[in-house]
């Protein structure tokens, strides 16, 4: 059982994320973003888009980067350097206190 698990964490997984990334070329991209108190809006030079912060399921939070999920495997990447200040840090993490942590 542990093998198939080294197997899945160290060998499959890391050749999907690589896989899906050259394939998936909006990855590529540079986004910018910004929010009001009901919304958040995405935009690159392929696409642009908004959510509101209701539609979110949840969000997750580590030392460099906010994880917006739409499900269970779709998310916005939101890098916490992207921001101007820590006062834009704290103007975001206040929108998204109603959401559910991951």
């Known amino acids: 059982m542990f093998g198939w698990l080294a197997i899945l964490y160290l060998v ?3 050749y999907r994320a690589k896989r899906i990334y050259r394939q998936q070329k909006s990855l590529h991209l540079s986004y910018s973003f ?9 935009q690159s030079k392929a696409s642009e ?3 509101r ?3 979110f399921t949840k ?5 460099k980067m906010f994880l917006l999920y739409h499900s269970d495997t779709l998310f916005n990447m939101v890098p916490k350097n992207c921001f101007a200040g820590r006062e834009d840090l704290e103007a975001f993490k206040s929108c ?4 559910p942590k991951g």
């Open 53 to 55: 912060w209701s539609d």
């Open 96 to 99: 998204l206190s109603a959401l």
């Open 34 to 42: 910004w929010w009001d108190n009901e919304t958040v809006f995405f």
């Open 12 to 14: 499959i997984i890391p």
């Open 49 to 51: 888009g908004k959510t």
């Open 59 to 63: 969000v997750k939070e580590n030392r």
